[in-house]
């Protein structure tokens, strides 16, 4: 009996615990959920603040700056959250439209100003999000290539180098042996040559010799 109980409690104690780890879960999710929703609003709030301080301060440079951070911020949104950056996309939308007469009034004719509110606003959220995120990607896969063809010219500078340090060290082979055979050579021609002045006084030698006998005997 005593470890049928045992058995029975660790049993409890098992499904206590899943229990207790399925409600963690959702419990993290819905932390995730919650902490997103804050990043958002709040960064949400801060564009509202500052294009309202701007409006009224007439300052077009600072509300070019402003919506350069928001694309900054759209870009964050992506790379960690994307249906984050959806909801603050259509958010600060909806805070240019309400606002562009204003900001029309204010920049004028500035390209750049205008070049942004159009980035931000000229297409549904959903859409805008999906063209940062090809950017990021075509960026990505670029950064990628010319490190690859970073790596694949060194390589060749590698092989390149080291061709021609095998290059150098035949082309001094090369120079030691010729050096050999030319001194080879000459130590061959200086023994021929030698040789051929030794006979030459051999003969010279016999040659007076024989004159001097037939001297000798009248002849």
């Known amino acids: 009996m005593k470890k049928i109980f045992l058995a ?22 819905q932390e995730q ?40 911020k759209v ?7 994307p249906e984050a950056a959806k909801e603050y996309v259509a958010k600060v939308q909806d805070i240019l439209k309400e606002n562009t007469e204003k900001i029309k009034a204010i920049v004028g004719d500035n390209a750049a100003v205008n070049a942004a509110v159009s980035a931000l ?11 940062f995120t090809s950017a990021i990607d075509g960026a990505q896969n670029a950064g990628e290539a010319v490190v690859e063809d970073v790596a694949n010219k060194a390589e060749a500078a590698k092989a390149a180098g080291e061709a021609a340090v095998e290059a150098t060290k035949a082309a001094g082979q090369q120079a030691v042996d010729d050096a050999k055979k030319a001194a080879a050579q000459k130590a ?32």
């Open 188 to 219: 061959n021609e200086a023994v021929d040559n030698a040789k051929q002045e030794a006979a030459k006084k051999v003969d010279e030698g016999a040659n007076k010799a024989a004159d001097k006998l037939k001297k000798g005997l009248g002849l």
């Open 121 to 131: 606003t000229a297409a549904p959220a959903e859409t805008i999000v999906s063209g």
């Open 75 to 81: 870009v964050e949104f992506v790379k960690t959250n």
């Open 33 to 72: 959920v919650d902490s997103a929703a804050v990043d958002v609003e709040g960064a949400v709030n801060e564009v509202a603040a500052a294009l309202s301080q701007e409006i009224e301060a007439s300052d077009a440079s600072k509300i070019q700056e402003t919506l350069e951070a928001v694309k900054q």
């Open 8 to 29: 029975m409690m660790a049993v409890a104690a098992i499904g206590f615990t899943a229990c207790g780890n399925k409600a963690q879960a959702p419990a993290d999710a």
